[in-house]
């Protein structure tokens, strides 16, 4: 894998190369990152709770540290248990990587392209990022969301960041921003998902593998969130339609939500609630998916792998969980004819942002939202 990545490195270093004089197009892979190794849970988790546009608390800049602090062993042990850290940097550099020197092909106009990161909770945060592509000399860049469906708690808090550190200074003037927003039922990505569905299919016996239960799994919201008309769950639904719809509809199937935090209400059914469930009617093969991330982390190392796996199996389900995106090419293709796609339309019209981006959750009362959407659709100047 380290091979591999220093390979698409060094292809990127290449291309970059040889257009010399030439700032390079920046597709910012945004996302909430995840700690790389088990020292950092605690300042991941302390950015996480400070984060008021994913947990708004009172107090939030005292009571955020306080409660990091009582919840960073349990996380750190999940850290440990799935090796020691999140992979989520890694994938991001290595699809980012890929999906640039793609780019470069199927969009020449623009190129050269660079990916850069830019975490919402550990390094390399948004500001960091600014300042690299500062001294790269980038005039033009892409806002891209690693989270296909459009939730106000991720993407939305990771455009909120990018607002304030521009309202703040931080980023070039000069830079001339266009956002994707979302992208779950983009063509490739659903191939992607439904291959992977595919090979964990066929771990099943050629005679029941269409009793399996295909059971796709995503982040849960809170019931407050969801309310409030967020349209995360309307898009996983959206995208878990599609899967189905490629699949031609082999299997029976249902879409649950796991990685609930805290006592309020959560959207459910509960993925493991309903794997017990599943067992209550007699169902005996499962294939869980995860739906709404494109990298492994601790929901899928620990969550799905570790403890629902675990508990089907005790209740006589044999269960296949289908592969994250993780280095699936044609999963970073699907990514470079997103942005190849967006590229070609901003060079016809010129706008920015999508037009759902555009729509404030009709319950929203965070006034940061409204600014952000009014400065990123002016292409994030004054
Ligand atoms: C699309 C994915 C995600 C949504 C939507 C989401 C909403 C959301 N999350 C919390 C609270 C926490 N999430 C935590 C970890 C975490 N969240 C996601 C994804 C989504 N969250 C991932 C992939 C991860 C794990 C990162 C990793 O490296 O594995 C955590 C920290 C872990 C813990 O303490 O349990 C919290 C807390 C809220 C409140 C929320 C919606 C408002
Ligand atoms: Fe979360
Ligand atoms: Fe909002």
Known sequence: ?????NVLSRSLTRS???SPGKSPTAIVMMNMGGPETVAETHDFLKN???DGDLIPLPFQRFLAPYIARRRTPQIEQQYTDIGG??????????????????????HPATAPHKAYVAFRYVRPLTVETAREMKADGVKRAIAFTQYPQYSCSTTGSSLNELFRRGKAGELDLDIEWSVIDRWGTHPGFIEAVAQNIEKALAKFPIETRHETVVLFSAHSLPMSVVNRGDPYILEVAASVSA????LKHSNPYRLVWQSQVGPSAWMGMQTGAALKGLARLGKKQVVIVPIAF???HIETLYE?????AKEAREHGIEV?????LNESPVFIRALADIASQHLRDYSSNKRPVSVQLGLRCPGCTNATCGHQKAWLAKGGRQ
């Open 294 to 296: 494109t990298s492994d």
């Open 85 to 106: 850290g999140s992979p989520i940097l890694r994938y991001t550099r290595l699809q980012g990587e890929g999906m640039a020197r793609l780019l470069d092909e199927l």
């Open 48 to 50: 996480l709770f400070l």
């Open 16 to 18: 970059f190369a040889s």
């Open 320 to 324: 296949h969980r289908a592969e994250s």
């Open 243 to 246: 899967v189905m719809d490629r």
């Open 1 to 5: 894998m380290l091979h591999r990545t």
């Open 304 to 308: 799905i792998d570790l403890e629902y």
